[in-house]
């Protein structure tokens, strides 16, 4: 396993991780799968704005990405981050979600991030319980505040205090 920053050349396999998600799970809040050109811009704008993403390899190949982005626009939230990890369905359970968010972890406090949060279906218990293992805590619920597959979803906020 080799956790490296990400290269154009892995935007192929980010964006079939990333349309996975969208497609058929409620950890991203999207309906629509990514083209190549949108996800293009994605890359070019976290470059611009220094912010990092992650690819995790096994056996020569990217199974997964992560990365994080400002919490919130507003100025005042530019020490808050927030993480993203996605991993490829059939490499789950394998402990690279963790060797990922404690690389986005020490490169946030490197950077001189002063917290990182975390927003997660509340269905999702698995990505809720990971978190909590990695020092994130619960924070806040929001009922109802998303609508994807005919039903209302509530987020959870968690968070990790990085100095």
Known sequence: MLIREAKSRDLPVIL???????????????YDA??????????IKKRLDKMPIFVCEVDH????YSSFDTFRICDAYKFSVENA???????RGRGIGKQLLNTLIDRAKKDGY???????DSSNQGSYHFHEQLGFTEMGRFREVGYKFGRWLDLVFMQLMLA
């Open 34 to 43: 990514h083209t190549n050109a949108t996800l293009h811009q994605w890359f």
């Open 61 to 64: 190949k990217a199974v997964a």
């Open 85 to 91: 990890i996605y991993v490829h369905k059939d490499f």
């Open 114 to 120: 002063h917290t990182m949060i975390a927003g997660i």
């Open 16 to 30: 079939d991780i990333m349309n996975e998600a969208i497609l058929n799970t409620t950890s991203m809040y999207a």
